[in-house]
């Protein structure tokens, strides 16, 4: 009762302040004159007809960062831009889950209204251009369990974002995260963690060797500056589902731990400058549905055990060095929904196996497994040219510049001949009718 008598003298003003400003609907520039003596009492009647029974500290929190509250925040939840939801406790409501979409980049967030808002479990912010608070109190960060960060928040760095210790789902993309020990600063104390995705982040360094969440179910440090191998300690992550380790600056070989990641379903690596040859143990990866090598400089034989990952559907191995036969048949690939290889140039398809309607983007194999007559190689290609005629001749028509520019004119003439003849022939016999039938 006490707190509520406190607090009515706050929401008693917050609410003429209200209404003086229109109603943050910006209908009325100027406020009728007697706003100020008869809206509070008119206004907080409204309030408590609509049943707005939000925490009045937290509602004057949410006023100073600019929501109107005409709307009951508790009611009127908007999946889009600005959204609250609020818990169900009594006799005030407090909110759960606060999202800041599009502000004004001169927005300040009071460090009053942090304090007030450390009930939220769920902290949003996308495209706020703002300044990161220097500093969230202890009870927000105690409290949140999901903080999201989209092209918001400037001179975010990694120690700002590890005091986040009790999330479980930290998210933070299109921001330049300055972290002198790249993810592993951010990532060592957030032990009850499941989803991490700091992507777009000029996060630079290398992948944490060791990994303290050890539930990780989805990991996602795409489109940064992080370089050095993968560690073969990621293989501690058993509950992985996602990784996304895409356009970073990695170097080396694959661990063969990664077969270790029996749930890993999803796995990309693409835009990097892996080598070395894909890990034998990947063939326990019995979960696996997307593989995306491609852009990197993997070598070796592509490896026959992938045709037998049942659950597979997305494979993309195109622009490394693979080399060799390519073991897959027809109905493997017809089985996939995605299946790229092209810019290998040592890899070529056995023509007996796959049609080259399907158009991989590799040479067909010779008799002895190499790719027959590389594109841009002039001296070699002769040394195929008696194994297999049928190959040779016809790579010869589409390669070599001259039997090209030869063989079209001949066609076109000939076509130019007989269409010629015919119309001669059908002039003769039509002029031969009308004789006759004159
Ligand atoms: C969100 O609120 C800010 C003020 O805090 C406002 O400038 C912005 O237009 C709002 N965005 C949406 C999508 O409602
Ligand atoms: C995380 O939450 C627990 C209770 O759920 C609390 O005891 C702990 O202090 C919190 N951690 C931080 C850093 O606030
Ligand atoms: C990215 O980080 C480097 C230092 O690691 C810095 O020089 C550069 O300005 C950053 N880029 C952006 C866009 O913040
Ligand atoms: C991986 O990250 C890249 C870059 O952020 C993104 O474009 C791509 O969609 C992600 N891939 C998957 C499978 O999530
Ligand atoms: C793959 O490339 C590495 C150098 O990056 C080389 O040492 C190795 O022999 C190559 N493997 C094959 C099978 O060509
Ligand atoms: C294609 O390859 C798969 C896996 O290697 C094999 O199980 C299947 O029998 C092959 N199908 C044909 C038609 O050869
Ligand atoms: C292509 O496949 C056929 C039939 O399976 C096989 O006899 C032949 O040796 C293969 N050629 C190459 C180059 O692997």
Redesign the pocket.
Same mark, same amino acid.
């Given at each position: 009762m006490e707190r509520r008598a406190a607090a009515l003298p706050l929401l008693l003003a917050l609410l003429s302040s209200y209404v003086w400003t229109g109603g943050g609907r910006g209908t009325s520039p100027i406020p009728p004159p007697s706003a100020s003596q008869l809206s509070p009492v008119a206004s907080l009647a409204a309030a408590v007809a609509g049943g707005s029974t939000l925490d009045p500290r937290q509602l004057a929190a949410l006023q100073s960062? $600019?929501?109107p509250i005409s709307v009951d925040p508790c009611a009127a939840p =908007?999946p889009? $831009? +600005?959204a609250t939801a609020c818990d169900d406790d009594a006799p005030f409501r407090h909110l759960v889950s606060l999202r800041?979409? +599009?502000? =004004?980049p001169d927005?300040d967030i009071p460090s009053t209204a942090l304090r007030a808002l450390s009930t939220l479990r769920s902290l949003a912010f996308v495209h706020c251009p703002i300044a990161a608070p220097r500093r969230l109190p202890p009870s927000l960060l105690a409290s949140l369990r999901l903080f999201s960060c989209v092209a918001s928040l400037s001179h975010l760095t990694g120690l700002w974002l590890s005091h986040l210790e009790n999330l479980t789902e930290l998210s933070v993309v299109g921001v330049s995260v300055s972290s002198r020990r790249g993810a592993s600063v951010i990532l060592s104390k957030m032990l009850d963690l499941r989803s991490a995705t700091i992507s777009s982040a000029n996060l630079s360094g290398v992948l944490p060797r060791s990994w303290h969440a050890l539930g990780l179910v989805h990991l996602d440090l795409s489109a940064n500056r992080l370089s050095g191998p993968v560690p073969s300690s990621v293989s501690v992550l058993g509950f992985l589902e996602i990784l996304n380790l895409s356009s970073n600056a990695l170097t080396g070989t694959l661990p063969n731990t990664v077969g270790n990641l029996a749930e890993l379903k999803i796995a990309t690596l693409a835009y990097n400058s892996l080598s070395g040859p894909i890990p034998d143990s990947m063939s326990q990866l019995s979960a696996l549905v997307h593989l995306d090598l491609s852009s990197n400089r993997f070598n070796g034989s592509v490896p026959s055990f992938l045709s037998e990952m049942k659950a597979l559907e997305f494979l993309n191995l195109e622009n490394n060095n693979f080399q060799g036969v390519l073991p897959f048949n027809a109905s493997f690939l017809r089985r996939l929904k995605v299946f790229k290889v092209g810019g290998n140039s040592n890899l070529c398809y056995n023509h007996t196996l796959l049609s080259s309607k399907l158009n991989l983007g590799i040479a067909p194999c010779d008799k002895y497994g190499l790719p027959v007559s590389p594109p841009v190689d002039h001296s070699d290609s002769s040394d195929y040219s008696d194994d297999d005629n049928d190959e040779d001749s016809g790579d010869k028509g589409g390669g070599g510049g001259g039997a090209a520019t030869h063989h079209t004119p001949s066609k076109l003439v000939l076509g130019v001949a007989i269409g010629l003849s015919c119309f001669v022939f059908l002039a003769i016999f039509l002029v031969c009718l009308s004789k006759a039938c004159g």
């Open positions: 960062l $600019g929501f =908007s889009l $831009g +600005n800041l979409a +599009n502000c =004004s927005l």
